[in-house]
């Protein structure tokens, strides 16, 4: 296994260029098993996560060709030949579970492991097998399996809670279906929104993606297209932290303001500067103290949950005391422990973590625990005093790629090492 090794950098300076979205990408690359005709996608990010789903989609039928050294996809999904989404990949990757909606979709039919819950939380998947059911599919639970099946109808569905998942499983699943389906209390990420974009060039009729009641009415068939994937606003989020943390001014090429509007407001509220350029968004943080501020993470617009481990990486900094709600997750702050071992002072109690400012850090051997609270880790070790070394960065290669390149090429002291043994 490799292990980064971060040493306290001086004020960071440059430009970082932001990759296509994670999570939009993959459940872009499900939304091609709705059509005979080949997706190509642009702007894939190169991470294991893409890798891993194109293993499962190939598992059912789906031709995948990587073009661009894997930054453009063409999927053709025109010959399915399994209906069944197997256990030893959909463990390795949650959002498989996305494949269920369109399978069923396309097919009438899905057999899709349960994805099982993961570090930081249970991660039931109850909302899609809801809306599922609401469109007239019967759904059983077997052997670690969902069984689905059925020739969907459009249904009005009002999720408990906006879940993202869950949304873009019931969109998916309902843009062949017969008739129009109402889903209330939908999630309005940006990622959502995206996913809408490319079924409706796909030739799907969607209204209201972006907000909380989408309507889909259902059309006979969808065809290719070729979709960019958007700006992964989370991997924007986390470089932004970096240059609040070490100090210095950074353009985070590819950023929009519209993507990461709740951290930019708590980031100004704290005293970091961020301006909107020509190519994206600049982060100038010339010295001086950064001001505490008290986050709690929501559904968006609210701030965003997998922004919340980095965005305490920045408080562990700050004057005052900050207090973090994590509303999304039962489980989210695994990485105060590692923080605390740096010398952090967090009190944790449930989901609100309370952290007091310190002058400063002390390097440490630190362990990645999930994708976000690794990165919070180098974060902190930029100005951290000496040597901080993260441990089993796979978790890190899922959802950001080229990070050492992207942070050595502003000014940071990084570099990856491969564990003995
Ligand atoms: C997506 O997960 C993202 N993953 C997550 O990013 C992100 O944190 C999350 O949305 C919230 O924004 C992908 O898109 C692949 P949810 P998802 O359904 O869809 C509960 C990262 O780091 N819930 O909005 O699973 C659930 O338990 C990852 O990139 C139910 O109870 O999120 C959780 O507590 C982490 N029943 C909450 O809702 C359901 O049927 C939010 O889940 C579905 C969800």
Redesign the pocket.
């Given at each position: 296994m490799d292990s980064i090794v971060v040493r306290r950098s001086g004020e960071l300076r440059g430009t970082i260029p932001i990759a296509g979205a994670?999570?939009t990408c993959?459940?872009l690359m499900g939304a091609a098993l709705l059509s005979e005709e080949p997706l190509t996608l642009t702007n894939v990010p190169r991470l294991s996560d893409v890798r891993t789903l194109t293993q499962l989609l190939e598992s059912l039928g789906v031709e995948v060709a990587p073009l661009a050294e894997g930054q453009t996809l063409v999927l053709s999904a025109a010959d399915l030949t399994s209906t069944t989404a197997d256990y030893e990949i959909v463990r390795k990757l949650?959002?498989s579970f996305?494949v269920l909606g369109p399978l069923i979709g396309r097919t009438g039919e899905a057999v899709v492991s349960l994805p099982g819950g993961c570090a930081?939380?249970?991660?039931?998947?109850?909302?899609?097998?809801a809306g599922l059911e609401a469109m007239g599919a019967t759904v059983e639970l077997r052997d670690g399996y969902v069984h689905a099946r059925g020739d969907l109808k459009g249904a009005e569905i009002e999720f408990p809670?906006?879940?993202?998942?869950?949304t873009?499983n019931v969109m998916c699943a309902a843009v062949l279906a017969r008739g129009t389906t109402v889903i209330r209390n939908a999630?309005r990420?940006p990622?959502t929104k995206a996913l809408a974009d490319c079924l409706i060039a796909m030739g799907a009729d969607i209204e209201g993606a972006g907000t909380s009641e989408i309507v889909v009415r259902g059309v006979d068939r969808l065809h290719g297209t070729t979709h960019r994937v958007i700006t992964d606003r989370?991997e924007l989020g986390t470089y932004m932290i970096a240059p609040a943390i070490a100090g210095g001014s950074v353009e985070l090429l590819g950023g929009r303001r519209d993507l990461v509007g709740a951290l930019c407001d708590k980031m100004e509220e704290a005293g970091i500067g961020i301006e909107e350029t020509e190519a994206g968004l600049r982060v100038t943080h010339a010295g001086g103290p950064v001001r505490s501020v008290d986050v709690t993470t929501a559904?968006?617009p609210g701030f965003?949950?997998?922004l919340q481990a980095q965005m305490m990486a920045l408080m562990v900094f700050a004057e005052g005391t900050s207090v973090l709600e994590e509303t999304?997750?039962?489980n989210r702050f695994m990485h105060a422990p590692e923080l605390i071992r740096m010398g952090a002072d967090i009190d944790v109690s449930g989901g609100t973590a309370r952290v007091t400012g310190v002058d400063g850090l002390r390097g440490a051997p630190v362990m990645a625990t999930?994708?976000?609270a690794s990165f919070s880790l180098i974060l902190a070790g930029l100005r951290a005093e000496g040597e901080t070394r993260v441990a089993r960065v796979y978790h890190l290669d899922r959802?950001y790629e080229r990070v050492v390149q992207k942070l050595s090429g502003v000014g940071a002291t990084i570099e990856r090492v491969r564990d003995d043994g």
């Open positions: 994670k999570n993959l459940k949650r959002a996305n930081i939380g249970a991660r039931k998947v109850d909302f899609h097998i809670f906006a879940s993202v998942g869950a873009e999630a990420e990622d989370i559904p968006f965003p949950t997998d999304i997750f039962e999930d994708l976000r959802g």
